[in-house]
């Protein structure tokens, strides 16, 4: 039996280093997840405010080029008005001046507020592009870091699973389906050590009679706390494990 508890060890501590490497390689897609959805949130607010930019300069060059075509003909009504010759072109030509004069008016009105807007969005688009540029440069290290750590915890995780599957065929089978019966609903940890009295996993003291048969190493036994398998850790027949 002793030889059995042995291989036990050796795979109780294989098994504890593959939940934690897969727990970890778990977390990575999730993760990765997190880092696309950052970026292209920023780039959806990035995009957003450079279409409203883009409407603005559009909407400016209108207003630009109305503002000239209204000059112009204010510039040909004035010089009617110096050649009237009759008060009825005067009349007419001053009238068509005022007009010019109000449409104008109200063309540098409309200007002076998109002017405002695009010198506002500009600065909104100038600093979510320097945003956007550092955290998709940083997103990319780490993406990259991600990536790296998760092919070599598989690969881990692969030289590990070879490694159990070596051990495992020197176990019992009943006691190995008892064994992984319990590492499932354990968070992967089956066996636990006892030192002085107590069990290593849930820290319950062993009572003295279970601990004296414990120490001979002849059964198998169980936690009467945490139900988990339990061996004597502090005897030598251990000590070279790891």
Not at 13 to 39: H, M
Not at 64 to 74: F, H, K, N, T, W
Not at 93 to 120: S, T, Y
């Amino acid at each position: 039996m002793l030889d059995q508890l042995r291989l036990l060890v050796k795979l109780q501590t294989l098994d504890k280093t593959l939940f934690d490497l897969s727990q970890d390689k778990e977390t990575i897609p999730g993760r990765l997840a997190d880092l696309n959805r950052a970026e292209e949130t920023l780039k959806a607010s990035l995009d957003q405010n450079q279409a409203q930019l883009d409407e603005v300069l559009a909407s400016r060059k209108t207003l630009d080029e109305a503002g000239d075509s209204i000059r112009s003909r204010l510039r040909k009504t004035e010089n009617r008005l110096m050649g009237a010759k009759t008060t009825r072109e005067y009349q007419a030509a001053n009238a068509e001046i005022d007009d010019n004069k109000d449409m104008l008016k109200d063309n540098e009105d409309q200007l002076l507020e998109v002017m405002e807007r695009q010198e506002g969005l500009e600065k909104v688009v100038a600093e979510l592009s320097e945003k956007f540029g550092q955290v998709s440069g940083a997103s990319k290290e780490e993406r990259e870091a991600l990536e790296k750590r998760y092919h070599d915890t598989e690969a881990e995780i692969n030289r590990l699973e070879a490694k159990r599957n070596q051990i495992v065929g020197q176990v019992e089978a009943s006691l190995l389906r008892e064994y992984d019966f319990i590492r499932q609903r354990r968070e992967g940890i089956a066996l636990s050590p006892v030192s002085q009295g107590t069990c290593s996993i849930c820290h319950m003291g062993i009572p003295p009679q279970q601990y004296n048969e414990l120490q001979r190493m002849d059964k198998i036994m169980h936690c009467p706390s945490c139900r988990r398998l339990i061996y004597w850790a502090d005897a030598e027949e251990f000590a070279d494990i790891k």
